[in-house]
């Protein structure tokens, strides 16, 4: 197993998301918790070190099934992490009731990693807004040694980090980013990491497999890739791309059965950075992938100083590439509904004015009442 530095720790390289445990009959809220146990023994007899929870995980039931899980393991063998979960608005009033209930439910004293959870659009004024407490309790709990590294995940775009940190960033030890070769401009993920080097805050993967999606990708781009390591499978491919880049010290990765996971160890065994070839035809190989099935825009913005509804149109086409891609998704939803009606793609009046600027000629019109049959916005 491959370990990174993270001040005095040793972290392995490869974490274990508990957000895809198994389940019984499909139903999410059902854990196996047999085999969960499995997967959670297995793993630290491999040197898995780093699991990570949270508090709606498999409707809750995550950081129970974990806790048991872990309960017969010593506690300095792992480090387990858990999050705030901010993504509701209904909780924000709710830090400490919430904290002391996971402590609870995952039967330690103490959490080695806390988050912020998901700071995007849609609750960044709610974290930012001292009347709530969230940053005062969690700095409390973290000099009273119950949390001993406090840092945030974040779904939202790059202004909303922005403001995360301009007001926290002092206080934040490392952030977790949804981070793959697809999004690395997909979703700016790029931007996002150069972004915390100023602040020279580590960076966690999430999604690094974008829900399995790079698990298996076209024969022409896997024929491409073993023609440059006839060695390596199609989901190595994509821990490689993120084994390249210094500022990840952890990739989590939300293995279902023991196959993925024994994978999974299996390239965490040594570490194979791409070289620079490697690089170039993974993120060719992803701008392709995103060709077939999202609309060209290139932010030129000639179309917003024509819109009668002042629109974003620019961001209202990256959000709608982003849903069409995944198939849906909660990425898109969630922005949107940090969003005002009359700037969400239901505003759009038809007009075309837009579509007479578009230089790519995106039939901005249409899409924008795709867009809105789809989220029912």
């Known amino acids: 197993m491959i370990y990174r530095d993270f001040q005095d720790m040793k972290l392995s390289a490869l974490g274990l998301g508990t957000m895809r445990l198994p389940v019984i009959d499909g139903d999410d809220a059902k854990i196996d918790e047999k085999a969960a146990a499995e997967l959670i023994d297995y793993a630290m007899e491999q040197g898995i070190n780093y699991y990570d929870t949270a508090w709606g995980y498999h409707n809750g039931n995550s950081e129970l099934v974990v806790g048991r899980a872990l309960k017969k393991h010593p506690r300095e063998k792992f480090y387990l992490a858990s999050k705030f979960p901010g993504y509701d608005l209904s909780n924000m009033d709710k830090v400490k009731e919430i904290f002391e209930k996971q402590l609870e439910k995952c039967q330690v004293e103490y959490f080695d990693f806390y988050l912020f ?104 781009y896997e024929k491409e890739l073993k023609g440059l390591r006839p060695e390596e499978g199609v989901p190595a491919w994509a821990f490689r791309f993120l084994q390249s880049l210094p500022e990840v010290k952890v990739i989590l990765s939300g293995m279902s059965n023991m196959e993925q996971l024994k994978d999974n160890i299996h390239t965490f065994e040594e570490d194979h950075p791409l070289n620079e070839k490697e690089m170039e035809t993974i993120l060719h190989i992803a701008d392709r992938m995103l060709e077939k099935n999202t609309v060209p825009c290139t932010a030129c913005h000639y179309c917003t100083s024509h819109c009668p509804q002042e629109l974003d149109i620019p961001e209202l086409l990256k959000l709608y590439n982003e849903h069409n891609f995944t198939g849906g998704g909660f990425i898109a939803p969630m922005v949107l509904g940090g969003y005002p009606e009359d700037k969400r793609p239901g505003a759009c009046v038809g007009c075309r004015s837009c579509e007479a600027v578009c230089p790519q000629q995106i039939k901005i019109s249409e899409v924008m009442s795709d867009f809105a049959g789809k989220l029912a916005l």
Do not use: T
């Open 117 to 220: 959870h998901n700071v995007c659009e849609m609750n960044i004024d709610d974290y930012l807004d001292e009347k709530h407490g969230i940053y005062d309790y969690l700095m409390e709990q973290k000099k009273n040694g119950r949390i001993r590294h406090l840092g945030f995940s974040a779904h939202g775009g790059l202004e909303v980090m922005k403001r995360f940190l301009e007001k926290y960033g002092k206080d934040m030890e490392f952030c977790q980013l949804q981070i793959n070769y697809l999004d690395w401009k997909f979703q700016q993920a790029k931007e996002k990491v150069e972004l915390l080097k100023e602040y020279d805050i580590p960076v966690w993967v999430m999604e690094p497999l974008r829900g399995g999606k790079l698990a298996v990708v076209g024969e022409e």
